[in-house]
T-cell receptor
Framework: EPEVTQTPSHQVTQMGQEVILRCVPI?????FYWYRQILGQKVEFLVS????????KSEIFDDQFSVERPDGSNFTLKIRSTKLEDSAMYFC????????????FGPGTRLTVT | GENVEQHPSTLSVQEGDSAVIKCTYS??????FPWYKQELGKRPQLIID?????GEKKDQRIAVTLNKTAKHFSLHITETQPEDSAVYFC????????????FGQGTTLQVKP
């Protein structure tokens, strides 16, 4: 069964550094999402992406964040200058398209900012 | 605004007992209600979902009920087993039409053998 994949599984970085989290959504899916989960808390929406552009972003998704789909398969989340409070699990998700609501989550990247 | 409330935050049951987790949502336009199970350090996994045109859906030991008038939906797990122990999240899509999911706060279910 096709799965969403994410790399790396764990990223440790120093405050102020840039990180890029990578995702490969399921190949025939058209809608892509990033969510964040701080340890012990709920999953929070960051951004949605469709037709090569951001369709919605949350208050968390400020100017330090950006997303890209540089080719036909990868979907990346970049944090330009990491802060301690960016430490969290970041999940990528994708879904097929209109009328099919089910979102498939990747295994997540644990980001630790020191 | 968009909001999903989930109760209880923790639930402890004996193996074989039933467990019920409840969620309420604020957006009356929501029409899809998934439940995710998340084991420690793992991704949320969809275990069951329901569309707004039905009131109940069952899959073996798991069922979900939906009351659109009251804007709440519930997860029912019967004959619980230790491997059901996990954090369960309900979710509902926002009205923004992007498909983004608003998650509840999560319920930590512990099934004691």
């Amino acid at each position: 069964e096709p799965e969403v994949t994410q790399t790396p599984s764990h990223q440790v970085t120093q405050m102020g550094q840039e990180v890029i989290l990578r995702c490969v959504p399921i190949s025939n899916h058209l809608y892509f999402y990033w969510y964040r989960q701080i340890l012990g808390q709920k999953v929070e929406f960051l951004v949605s992406f469709y037709n090569n552009e951001i369709s919605e972003k949350s208050e968390i998704f400020d100017d330090q964040f950006s997303v890209e789909r540089p080719d036909g398969s990868n979907f990346t989340l970049k944090i330009r200058s990491t802060k301690l409070e960016d430490s969290a699990m970041y999940f990528c998700a994708s879904r097929v398209g209109t009328g099919d609501y089910e979102q498939y989550f990747g295994p997540g990247t644990r980001l630790t900012v020191t | 605004g968009e909001n999903v409330e989930q109760h209880p935050s923790t639930l402890s049951v004996q193996e074989g007992d039933s467990a019920v987790i409840k969620c309420t949502y604020s957006d009356s336009a929501s029409n899809y209600f998934p439940w995710y199970k998340q084991e420690l350090g793992k991704r949320p996994q969809l275990i069951i979902d329901i569309r707004s045109n039905v009131g109940e859906k069952k899959d073996q030991r798991i069922a979900v009920t939906l009351n659109k008038t009251a804007k709440h939906f519930s997860l029912h797990i019967t004959e619980t087993q230790p491997e059901d122990s996990a954090v369960y999240f309900c979710a509902a899509p926002s009205s923004s039409n992007t498909g983004k999911l608003i998650f509840g706060q999560g319920t930590t279910l512990q099934v004691k053998p």
